[in-house]
């Protein structure tokens, strides 16, 4: 495991600049000039991976930030003679700002919008470019000195080649921990699901912004560490055609693969001196074989590199339920909650109105600590909304929630994490493009964007937090019945299965409630029985408070302790589940009067 | 005075021009959901194809305003089929990367065969312009001008009668609001898609031919146009098709203006400046289609 992770994380940093320098050395100057073009490509590459890969925005400024990296970078080279190390760095944190600048307002768009709005942003940059002639000699361009580092001068092709893979390698490390690690882990959660990643405490902007911020941040050093062997920069070598090209990066490579956007890079980049007999036709090839990709090899070159890979033994796959365990009682890995006097959940007077509709109106529910409450009710009760504004995704218009005695009524989704909330939803909200182990991990809820950050270092570095994480992700699979298939794509579960993982999802922080909102919908009657199993074992070994929203009314008897009844959004009746059932009012509001005529 | 109403007058008729490819932009949305990146890309087809008739085959003008929206829709339908009905399944993310290149391919075609030299097309009016007395000044008006300006609206104006009124339109609509239940009712996805393309290609076709005789046809074409257009369009609202015919006129206007009074390398970033504002301020635009729906 730990030995797959560090090859994972270095064979393409390391690996491949180092491949480029030993051709290099074998070959004549100007492949050494292509090679320089390709890591800086690969460089781009890997960044474009984290924005359109992973957080799926299309954008259409990378030659915007390719030049704001290298302009900036050779301006301060020119005017401040700032050595060259310094120089890309500085380049970097242009990218970066631009990157903020550009994310800040745009990543509240999504698709054309987004991609319209980068559109700008790279002909504003372009134009600013042409326009600033003082600075940065308009359209004709500057010329750029030779690099400079502790004041020897790089001059030979060779020499360019070593420097621009040394610094590539130095880019590509810290990018590759924070695209396998926690950080994008999270980031291709919340572009395949922003509700489920939402309620686990993932702040979709945040992340987009940050996004931005860290790939055109590697974009620009990209540029600026090839500068000096281009002699010559000019607005127009860092067009919208550029940005298009570079854009086909990840689709080619491969738009699920963390080295799609590298691999892609690099193949795209030297491909045109392959093909210089029709080096004309070139552009036309590129959109056709972008074209092609989409349609036949939606996979991109780095699934058909792994498929030539002899097949991997895949674990079993899941039959429906019938090799399931089904769990008794669960290992003791952890403490029970101990329950002191203290309401779990306690509404006042909640209302939520939509225009004319009031869909939650004056409620009030109590849940005691410990117990496993349900709440039934016909269609448009408002169970469903109710069940939102416990969890913090709809803010009532009136009224107060208490969770544990605090007061979370305006509090964020991330504040009830804190007080150990957690949530499934009724349809579905996993990651299915995410294994089974990585959905269960993002239920810790430490999600935020900087703790995101800190565990991608604590897992490059393979922490004991970051190693007890794993851990406990594989106690909570185990717990449902799942340990079988934590390496799947949780997308290829059964629905069942896909329930009980949602389950090992919001269980693995030890949460003091779990909001369920119908667990049993859709699933068979066999796999209902296993569910009921589990809840109850849950709720008995870990302590944990259940609020239960739920049509099966057989499954809501059986299991809860305690059974509201909603109709119209307001709690008709209340109690002893079994004497709720059988309440009139409550067949009434159900079957209507059938039960008086007869 | 006179100056201002006279660049006011160019403004609208590039207008009418961006209003044009911006109602078939628009249309292609409402009716598939698709935002067509490669719309440009067939209004510099149109204009080409323009260039061929009336300047290499010395076909009558009034030939090309008939035969390149029928080739143009014609071309557009088959690129639908081709390339985008594989993706109908795909997410939007899929479908927007699928029409950025198809457009990049539509454009490296046309450089390829064309050199990317920029071909002049004459205008259709070539008679001497009307002059209007206005106070002390006069004011000059080309008859292209106005042939372009009033031919482009009337076309833009019919296109959405089309959609709003007719049977066609409706079939379009109901496939947009819920795919599903417009199959139920008997509405082909392949027949909707295919007329809605048809439509949609066809108003960028002759956009294209409007906009030759002052524009040129060079690949550049393509990537102005699709940006203008979508600039008319969001400030439309992107799914109200009167409303992509004033925000046409409007970016229009604001472009020739700035290009005038303030700096002609500064009219795009001027009017992508407006855009700007206006998916901040009121991102589903000046005239919204419908009111946002509670989720």
């Known amino acids: 495991m730990s030995g797959t992770r560090v090859f994972g994380l270095l064979a393409l940093p390391i690996g491949l600049p180092a491949l480029f320098i030993l051709a290099g050395c074998l070959a004549d100057d100007y492949w050494r000039y292509v090679l320089c073009l390709t890591v800086s490509a690969v460089v781009v590459g890997a960044g474009l991976t984290m924005l359109v890969s992973f957080a799926r925005c299309i954008t259409l400024a990378t030659g915007a930030f390719q030049a704001l990296g290298a302009y900036g970078a050779v301006l301060l080279m020119i005017n401040l003679s700032l050595p060259f190390p310094l120089a890309v760095v500085a380049g970097g944190c242009a990218g970066a700002l631009g990157g903020l600048f550009l994310a800040v307002p745009a990543v509240r768009f999504r698709s054309h919008n987004l991609a319209m709005v ?27 000195p030779a690099a400079t580092i502790l004041g020897v001068a790089i001059r030979s092709d060779l020499a360019n080649l070593v420097m621009a893979c040394v610094f590539s390698a130095l880019i590509l490390i810290p990018l590759m921990i924070l695209l396998q690690g926690p950080f994008g882990r999270n980031l291709r959660a919340l572009a395949v699901n922003e509700v489920g990643a939402r309620a686990f405490g ?50 080619v490579g491969g738009l699920g693969s963390v080295w799609g956007g590298a691999v892609g890079g690099a193949v795209l980049r030297i491909l045109p001196e392959v093909l210089r007999p029709i080096a004309g036709y070139i552009e036309l090839i590129l959109s056709t074989v ?110 107060q929630i208490r969770l544990f005695g605090t007061d979370v009524t305006s509090d964020r989704i991330e504040q009830r994490i804190g007080l150990g909330v957690t949530r499934t939803f009724q349809n579905l909200a996993i990651f299915p493009s995410l294994s089974c182990r990585q959905n269960v991990i993002i239920g810790f ?74 667990p049993v919908s859709g699933v068979s009657q066999q796999e209902v029985e296993q569910l009921l199993v589990l809840l109850k074992a849950i709720n008995r070994d870990l302590g944990a408070t259940m609020l239960v929203v739920e049509h099966n009314i057989g499954f809501l008897v059986s299991l809860c302790d305690t059974l509201s009844v909603m109709a119209s959004g307001r709690i008709i009746a209340e109690g002893v589940p079994a004497e709720v059932v059988a309440r009139r009012d409550v067949l009434r509001t159900y079957f209507g009067e059938t039960d008086e005529a007869a | 005075m006179a100056e201002l109403l006279m660049t006011i007058v160019g403004g609208i008729k590039i207008g009418a021009i961006y209003a044009l490819a911006a109602i078939g932009l628009v249309v292609i949305h409402k009716a598939t959901k698709t935002v067509n990146f490669a719309h440009g890309g067939l209004v510099m087809l149109g204009a080409f194809a323009t260039y061929e008739m009336v300047v290499v085959f010395e076909w009558p003008y009034w030939m090309a305003y008939i035969a390149v929206p029928v080739l143009i829709g014609a071309l557009g339908a088959l690129l639908e089929f081709v390339v985008l009905k594989p993706l109908r ?12 290149f198809l457009g990049t391919a539509l454009s490296e075609a046309y450089r390829l065969a064309e050199n990317s030299e920029l071909l002049a097309v004459p205008a259709l009016f070539t008679g001497p312009p009307l002059l209007i007395d206005v106070g002390s000044d006069v004011v000059i008006f080309t008859r292209e001008q106005i042939w372009v300006t009033l031919g482009a609206l009337a076309v833009g104006t019919a296109g959405v009668a089309i959609f709003r009124y007719s ?54 074409l393509a990537v102005s146009i699709v940006a203008s257009a979508f600039v008319a369009a969001v400030i439309g609202g992107f799914d109200s098709l009167g409303g992509a015919i004033v925000g046409g006129l409007l970016l229009g206007c604001v472009e020739t203006l700035s290009a005038a009074y303030v700096s002609s390398s500064l009219s795009m970033a001027i009017s992508y400046f407006l855009l700007f504002c206006v998916l901040l301020v009121r991102p589903e635009g000046l005239f919204p289609e419908a009111k946002r729906r509670h989720v």
């Open chain 1, 202 to 251: 993932i702040r979709i902007e945040h992340y987009l912004i940050a996004a931005f911020v860290i790939s055109s941040a590697a974009i620009a050093m990209a540029a600026a560490i090839v500068a000096p062997r281009l002699r010559i920069i000019d607005p127009d070598s860092f067009g919208l055609y550029s940005s298009i090209l570079t854009l086909a990066y990840p689709i």
């Open chain 2, 89 to 100: 399944r795909a997410d939007l993310f899929t479908v927007i990367i699928g029409t950025i």
């Open chain 1, 290 to 399: 972008v074209l092609l990709t989409m349609l036949c090899f939606r996979g991109g070159l780095s699934e058909m590199v792994s498929r030539l890979w002899p097949a991997r033994s895949e674990p079993a796959r899941s039959s429906r339920g019938s090799d399931a365990v089904v769990v008794s009682a669960l290992p003791h890995l952890v403490q029970p909650h101990d329950h002191s006097a203290v309401e779990a959940l306690v509404t006042d007077k909640l209302v939520k109105r939509y225009d004319a509709l009031t869909a939650v109106d004056g409620v009030n529910l109590k849940v005691r600590a410990g117990a496993l409450h349900g709440i039934m009710g016909p269609n448009g009760a408002g169970k469903t909304t109710l069940f939102n504004t416990v969890s913090g995704f709809i803010r009532p218009d009136a009224g």
């Open chain 2, 167 to 220: 049977s066609l339109g409706r079939s379009m609509r109901a496939m947009a609001s819920n795919s599903r239940g417009a199959q139920l009712c008997g509405y082909s996805v392949e027949g909707v898609y295919g007329i809605a393309w048809f439509l949609g290609s066809a108003l960028a076709g002759l956009a294209g031919v409007f906009a030759a005789p002052s524009k040129g046809v060079s690949p550049d």
């Open chain 1, 445 to 518: 809820g430490r999600n935020s964007i900087g703790a995101a950050l800190g565990r991608s270092a604590g897992w490059a570095l393979n922490t004991k937090t970051s190693r007890e994480e794993a851990e406990r992700a594989d106690w909570a699979l185990d717990a449902v019945g799942l340990a079988h298939v934590m390496d799947l794509p949780a997308g290829k579960l059964s629905l069942g299965d896909q329930r009980r993982l949602e389950i090992a999802r919001a269980v693995v922080s030890q949460p003091r409630l779990i909001l369920l909102d119908e």
């Open chain 1, 118 to 144: 980068t559109l700008v942003f790279q002909s504003i940059v372009i134009i600013a470019l042409r326009e600033l002639k003082g600075l940065t000699g308009g359209a004709e361009g500057l010329s750029v």
